[in-house]
């Protein structure tokens, strides 16, 4: 079990939003940046957030990511059929000198 | 682009060894830290490994450390997980990811690691 608590699962509508939690504790999130993926299985997973709530080049505004102490927000609006994948949190904890994922969730766009 | 195509992944009993490799190309590669990351079947996402830029770092988790050994070929744009007494429980696809603002900015496809008696 992941330190860095994520749902298992999350669904909602094509348009509609989503959001997608990430819970930790002051040691691992609440003192690090917050990294935000999204994997379909059998490819290459890809940076959607990084620094809490920065979009690399290329990823829509549609993604949008915040942190508010101990826990981080991953949310997606205007939903496609296409965003269904696993998403995952993840940190670079410094004082441990280790990466962290949460423990993924899976996006249904129903 | 940003390429990473890891290799030498394969069926290998319990005990045994397996050198993984990552061809990156269309960054410059000895300036970038990198990593190691795995998912088994089935289960998300699990950090192995990470080495700065230089190479002079080497971070590994609890669960490979000892086994595993992270190391990088600028010369070749290169980076290596060697991987000695592997456990059926070392079974998954093993991704590398190029590391600039994230823990994992680019990755590669993954490599299947079997370990399998």
Known sequence: QSVLTQPPSVSAAPGQKVTISCSGSSSNIGNNYVSWYQHLPGTAPKLLIYDNNKRPSGIPDRFSGSKSGTSATLGITGLQTGDEADFYCGIWDSSLSAGVFGGGTKLTVL | ?117
Not at chain 2, 80 to 106: K, P, W
Request: charge should be positive.
């Open chain 2, 1 to 117: 682009q940003v390429q990473l195509v890891e290799s030498g992944g394969g069926v290998v009993q319990p005990g045994r060894s397996l050198r993984l490799s990552c061809a990156a190309s269309g960054f410059t590669f000895r300036s970038y830290a990198m990593h190691w990351v795995r998912q088994a079947p089935g289960k998300g996402l699990e950090w192995v490994a990470a080495i700065s830029y230089d190479g002079r770092n080497k971070y590994h988790a609890d669960s490979v450390k000892g086994r595993f050994t992270i190391s990088r070929d600028d010369s070749k744009n290169t980076l290596h997980l060697q991987m000695n007494s592997l456990r059926t429980e070392d079974t998954a696809v093993y991704f590398c990811a190029s590391a600039g603002i994230a823990v994992g900015d680019y990755w590669g496809q993954g490599t299947l690691v079997t370990v399998s008696s």
